[in-house]
């Protein structure tokens, strides 16, 4: 799709029907010249993104239905399947450059680092996996969390790793201590099902709810809510170059976008006013509050209040 902040002016550039179950996950190559696409039949997909052509395609890739995919740079790719499986590919031989099966259950998303060194994998086992791609080798697991990890990203620099999981808490790792992890929190949300930074401190985090939130990591604060797809878990976020657009999609079958641009001026410091509990969490924009009575209702939180442009509540 071509997308504007234009009442009229998405279109549909092109389609394709090549995968013969579910697409699973897509990612757009480093040089957003290719799109990859990893689906349930196993098999790997990279088109060109001008006019959806089939340039690569491997079939039986793994040997579980793929969950994910991740360009590395613009020849090598990882993947990951429902069984724990992780695999790393180059695009000149044609084939994997490391295979590894490590972790337990489905492999939900993947990072790594900027050197394109370092590639980490969240699991449903609740364990994040660490391999090193120069070396062509696994290099360890960190100790099971509560619930399946569903996210990874890293903040501070690439000095943090924040782990989303299924039990609404975000574990915080650090880079050289992936052993356990260093700090958690816990989110008033029924689950972090997908997590992307917008600042070396701050995510947006989707929920089962139907929530965005965008939360600060270290010092750890709901900042309020960005916007919500109403009572529909959701399935993806992804930040437009640049950082000023939020994407997100859900179960109801629509793509929102929501402006994240006065979360990049935020700061938040170690002082916090003290609130007393039960206050509404706090809508980021005038988008980010629906209609009705009491959306808010069971999503109590503080939020800073230099964090809000305005607060908001509506009907779940």
């Not at 001008?50 to 740079?73: M, Q, W, Y």
């Not at 990072?111 to 660490?130: F, H, P, Y």
């Not at 939360?215 to 009572?231: A, D, F, I, T």
Request: net charge negative.
């Amino acid at each position: 799709y071509s997308y504007s902040c234009t009442e009229g002016e998405n279109r549909q550039l092109w389609s394709s029907g090549h995968h013969l179950k579910s697409c699973r996950d897509v990612a757009f190559s480093q040089d957003g010249q290719k799109l990859f696409t990893v689906s349930k039949d196993k098999s790997v997909h990279v088109l060109t993104v001008e006019e959806g052509r089939l340039e690569t395609r491997f079939p039986k890739a793994h040997g579980s239905a793929l969950n994910c995919v991740l360009p590395i740079d613009n020849h090598i790719f990882a993947t990951g399947d429902d069984g724990g499986a992780l695999k790393v590919w180059d695009l000149r031989k044609g084939d994997a450059i490391l295979e590894a099966r490590q972790q337990e259950e489905y492999i939900s998303a993947m990072a790594v680092d900027g050197n394109g060194k370092i590639l980490l994998t969240a699991s449903g086992d609740g364990t994040l996996g660490v391999f090193n791609v120069k070396r062509q080798r696994f290099e360890l697991l960190s100790e099971p969390q509560n619930g399946d990890l569903t996210s990874v990203v890293l903040l501070k620099r690439g000095r943090k790793v924040a782990c989303g999981s299924s039990e609404g808490t975000i574990y915080l790792f650090n880079w050289d201590g992936f052993g356990a992890a260093s700090d958690r929190f816990a989110l008033r949300a029924e689950s972090v099902d997908c997590m992307v930074p917008i600042t070396d401190s701050i995510v947006c985090v989707g929920s089962l709810d139907g929530v965005i939130r965008a939360v600060n990591v270290l010092p750890n604060r709901v900042l309020g809510c960005v916007g919500q797809h109403l009572g529909e878990p959701i399935e993806q976020l992804a930040v437009a170059p640049g950082g000023q657009l939020l994407a997100s999609c859900a179960h109801d079958q629509k793509v929102k976008f929501w402006d994240v641009s006065a979360l990049r001026g935020l700061v938040v410091d170690d002082y916090r006013k003290k609130k007393k509990k039960g206050g509404p969490l706090r809508a980021l924009s005038s988008k980010a509050a629906g209609s009705g009575e009491d959306f808010f209702a069971d999503l109590r939180d503080e939020a800073e209040p230099e964090a809000a442009a305005a607060a908001g509540s509506d009907s779940d």
